[in-house]
């Protein structure tokens, strides 16, 4: 529930998007905003290392309630 629930991670996501937006002026297009939030996210996405608390049960339990609509793909390579 504590995971579903927080709001920090998603704050502190936002805070991080808002640094690296607020020092430009302006976008010549909607695309170049996207790229730019694109290459911060993979830049941010690098510093998160710390593993998601009782993650496996929490998986688990959302796998019950939502079945289908929770695909899991064991496969992946989480090192893009």
Partial sequence: RKLIYTTNAVEGYHRQIRKVT???GAF???MALLK???LATRNIKKKWTSP???WALTVQQ???KFGDRLPLDLTR???E
């Fill in 22 to 24: 607020k020092t430009k």
């Fill in 28 to 30: 010549t297009s909607d």
């Fill in 36 to 38: 730019l939030v694109y």
């Fill in 52 to 54: 998601l608390q009782n």
């Fill in 62 to 64: 959302l796998a019950i």
């Fill in 77 to 79: 390579n989480t090192d």
